[in-house]
């Protein structure tokens, strides 16, 4: 994932209800879910649901297929990974993190 991806990303989450329907929809796994769902499970109207779902649908967290008059709404795993793994790319500089104890982290040494 490039710098330009991931802040765009990044952005979309950065926002606490598109976090909880991001969450959601990872949670219902490849079967998704529809934005009927979404709204009664979050408790968010579904005007501004439509506003999230589009923004992570915008930013590449989520795809949208139609289903007849339907929409269903699934995360893209693969996206999602891509995100995560270019956070810690260059994490323990270079050491992996399985590697490198819990209480180091964040201590300098001498």
């Given at each position: ?42 408790d968010i109207p579904a005007?501004?649901?439509s506003f999230h779902l ?57």
């Amino acid at each position: 994932m490039d710098e330009e991806l991931a802040v765009k990303a990044l952005a979309a989450l950065a926002q606490s209800s598109r976090l909880r329907v991001f969450r959601a929809i990872v949670g219902a796994g490849l079967e998704g879910m529809q934005p009927g769902q979404l709204s009664q499970t979050l408790d968010i109207p579904a005007n501004t649901l439509s506003f999230h779902l589009k923004e992570l649908h915008h930013a590449g967290l989520v795809s949208v297929q139609r289903e007849g008059r339907f929409l269903r709404y699934c995360a893209d795993m693969s996206a999602m990974q891509s995100l995560v793994g270019f956070l810690t790319d260059h994490c323990c500089q270079g050491v992996p993190c399985a590697e490198m104890p819990l209480a180091a982290c964040g201590q300098r040494s001498g």
